[in-house]
């Protein structure tokens, strides 16, 4: 599982991104350490439930880049077209964690659950 937080998604001129491995999902001692997260990157679809199940629908931005991610619960699935990337969205998993996902981004998704 990883991991990114900081203050890149509050405002243009505030960047500071910070990167934490927990590596695989089973050596993870505390599966709710995400919720303290802004956004949470999963990498590895293989124990995606459990860790959706750990957020407990905290208001963590989920993304991830497999394929049908979203159909299962990730908010935002990343998928290449060709030398670009485009995205899914899963509204029904961002409203929960009262996340909001401006109209225009809806636009723009491949996808939208």
């Not at 990167?19 to 999963?42: E, H, K, M, R, W």
Request: hydrophobic content about 45%; charged content about 20%.
């Amino acid at each position: 599982m990883k991991i990114l937080y900081g203050t890149a998604f509050r405002a243009p001129d505030a960047y500071e991104l910070h990167y934490v491995s927990f590596g695989p999902p089973d050596q993870l001692a505390n599966p709710t350490a995400a919720q303290a997260c802004q956004v949470l990157f999963i990498a590895d679809a293989d124990n995606l439930d459990r860790e959706l199940a750990g957020l407990a629908n905290a208001p963590v931005l989920t993304v991830g880049d497999e394929e049908g991610m979203a159909a299962r619960g990730v908010m935002i699935e990343l998928i290449r077209e060709g030398p670009r990337i485009a995205f899914k969205i899963n509204l029904n998993a961002a409203r929960p964690a009262g996340l909001t996902i401006s109209s225009q981004l809806l636009k723009l998704a491949r996808e939208v659950y």
